[in-house]
């Protein structure tokens, strides 16, 4: 069996021929084209069967595409995340900002749907076994790495995604990850919430707003940029650091 390298992947014929009802219908889901002859090649990143007679590069970038949208809305963030990474690292010329910004833009957007979904699991885990403790919640979110990574990558997945040309390529996967975010997000509030009430509205160790001008602003030597802003969250707070 013959191996043909191509500058984005690789791909082997396979001997099942132009009859194999299982290539015809992995075409048919992918919306490639119906086989013609014998030529027949198993596509390994995808994992299906695609002829060469197809518009190759463009049928890929689709196909590719689509089955990331659907492996993040099954809940298979790896899977998409290491397609997303296989493409970009390539730096080929069918993916290149410079040639095909639309299309990279559409590969951006899908690594950080994968990368928010993967934060969305690692903070999921972490809130089934949060301590009964406020300030220990604060910790948690404020901590190297913590939760408060999974809002800067909502936000950076919220912001790619309106850059779209086609906002419908990723429509299901953006679908399933914001409304696990979502979920997420009602869950640590609510509990956040009862245990800061528990603690009669007091965390002790975390700085109050209203302190903040008198220790960290008023009486200082030297010059202070102070941002006085309801909207900015600890998140955008750490990104400008």
Known sequence: ?????????????????????????????????????????????????????????RFEEKALLAACDKWLSDGNAERALEIVEGRLKEKSFWVSVGRYPARHAAWEACGELARLAQSIDRVDRGLKEAPGDAKKWVDAYTATNGWFVMDQQYRTAEYRLTRLEDGGCLEKAAENVFGRY????????????????????????????????????????????????????????????
């Open 182 to 241: 979502e979920k997420v997000l009602e869950h640590m509030a609510t509990n956040f919430t009862k245990l800061f009430a528990a603690g009669h509205w007091q965390i002790e160790g975390v700085l109050r707003q209203d302190e903040i001008y008198d220790r960290c602003v008023h009486g200082h030597s030297e010059q202070i940029a102070y941002i006085f802003a309801d909207a900015m969250r600890y998140e955008m707070g750490d990104e400008l650091r």
């Open 1 to 57: 069996m013959a191996l043909i390298t191509s500058p984005l992947t690789q791909y082997s014929p396979h001997p099942s021929g132009p009859q194999s009802p299982v290539a015809s219908e992995a075409l048919a889901g992918l919306g490639g084209p119906e086989p013609a002859h014998s030529g027949f090649y198993f596509h390994r990143a995808m994992k299906t069967f695609v002829s060469p007679l197809c518009p190759w590069f």
